[in-house]
Antibody, heavy 118, light 111 residues
Framework: QVQLQESGPGLVRPSGTLSLTCVVSGGSISSGPWWSWVRQPPGKGLEWIAEIHHTGTNKYKPSLNGRVTISVDTSKNQFSLELTSVTAADTAVYYC???????????WGQGTLVTVSS | QSALTQPASVSGSPGQSITISCTGTSSDVGGYNYVSWYQQHPGKAPKLMISEVSNRPSGVPDRFSGSKSGNTASLTISGLQAEDEADYYCASQRSTTSLDVFGTGTKVTVL
């Protein structure tokens, strides 16, 4: 049973960079095949923001205007998210998830709240 | 509006059946048999309930079922129970990355 665990700062200053890591346990990151970041602003719905194949191919939500980078480290069985130039609108619970393909997210991390505030 | 459209809320009494719709276009829901449904209780991560329109993962009660007609997918909960009160989201493969993966979400209330 694969498990995912997010980690990273819970508070980021405006205009700073949000950095999160998702550690995959109980299975190989090569088994994804896709790994995603999904966020949920307080009281709002789910928003897909990025995904990466275990081979390194990635996709991003275009409306984030190039602020987002996703990467994978197969040696550590983890993948990461960086979001630059953050504003209060980026305040959300960030989830990492495994996509078995075709938007079938069958494993999720517990989520981590990131607040953008000075 | 780039997200898949769901009703904001649906309610029912225990034992009743309810259906949640997820409306897209021929470029997503109608064009692929890859619609999934997620249940999310407050403060919890989403949970996969249905994949590929109508497949139920192991451990999901059989009172949850999925279907699709044209550009609209549906999640039906039969024999509604108190623990089914949650938010539900659909997701679909879409032809372009610029469109939202997830639906707008539906709050299910058990009366």
């Amino acid at each position: 049973q694969v498990q995912l665990q997010e980690s990273g700062p819970g508070l980021v200053r405006p205009s700073g960079t949000l950095s999160l890591t998702c550690v995959v346990s109980g299975g190989s990151i090569s088994s994804g095949p896709w790994w995603s970041w999904v966020r949920q602003p307080p009281g709002k719905g789910l928003e897909w923001i990025a995904e990466i194949h275990h081979t390194g191919t990635n996709k991003y939500k275009p409306s984030l205007n190039g602020r987002v980078t996703i990467s994978v480290d197969t040696s550590k069985n983890q993948f990461s998210l960086e979001l630059t130039s953050v504003t209060a609108a980026d305040t959300a619970v960030y989830y990492c998830a495994r996509d078995r393909g075709w938007k079938k997210y069958d494993a999720w991390g517990q989520g981590t709240l990131v607040t953008v505030s000075s | 509006q780039s997200a898949l459209t769901q009703p904001a809320s649906v309610s029912g009494s225990p034992g009743q059946s309810i259906t949640i719709s997820c409306t897209g276009t021929s470029s997503d829901v109608g064009g692929y048999n890859y619609v999934s449904w997620y249940q999310q209780h407050p403060g919890k991560a989403p949970k996969l309930m249905i994949s590929e329109v109508s497949n139920r993962p192991s451990g999901v009660p059989d009172r949850f079922s999925g279907s699709k007609s044209g550009n609209t997918a549906s999640l039906t909960i039969s024999g509604l129970q108190a623990e089914d009160e949650a938010d539900y989201y659909c997701a679909s493969q879409r032809s372009t990355t610029s469109l939202d993966v997830f639906g707008t979400g539906t709050k299910v209330t058990v009366l």
